[in-house]
């Protein structure tokens, strides 16, 4: 089974930053994509950034200019620095690693709160 383990949530103010870790059980190499979701009280899970293995990278569009997804191979682990962070922002992350359509594993989330 593999696991998928998230770091780094917490509580920061307006404007500040935040990185998230996500370190898998398996190599990285093994998954199309990997990804950050968010979701936030009363809304539907939401795709904040993803990664492929080529290495092309997908954003939504609230997170733009400010959040960067990264992979660190040696590590197994995908990252996602976010920057000018604001209180819409606020949610929990989790990462998802997806082998194709059909195979999709998930973290079991980190808390962020964006709030002065």
């Known amino acids: 089974q593999v696991q998928l383990v998230e770091s780094g949530g917490g509580l920061v103010q307006p404007g500040g930053s935040l990185r998230l870790s996500c370190a898998t059980s398996?190599?990285?190499?093994?998954?199309?994509?990997m990804g950050w979701y968010r979701q936030a009280p009363g809304k539907e899970r939401e795709l904040v950034a993803d990664i492929s293995t080529l290495g092309s990278t997908n954003y939504a569009d609230s997170v733009k200019g400010r959040f960067t997804i990264s992979r660190d191979y040696a590590k197994n682990t995908v990252y996602l620095q976010m920057n000018s962070l604001k209180p819409e922002d606020t949610a929990v992350y989790h990462c998802n690693a997806r082998r194709n359509r059909y195979t999709n594993y998930w973290g079991q989330g980190t808390h962020v709160t964006v709030s002065s």
């Open positions: 398996e190599s990285i190499f093994r998954f199309n994509t």
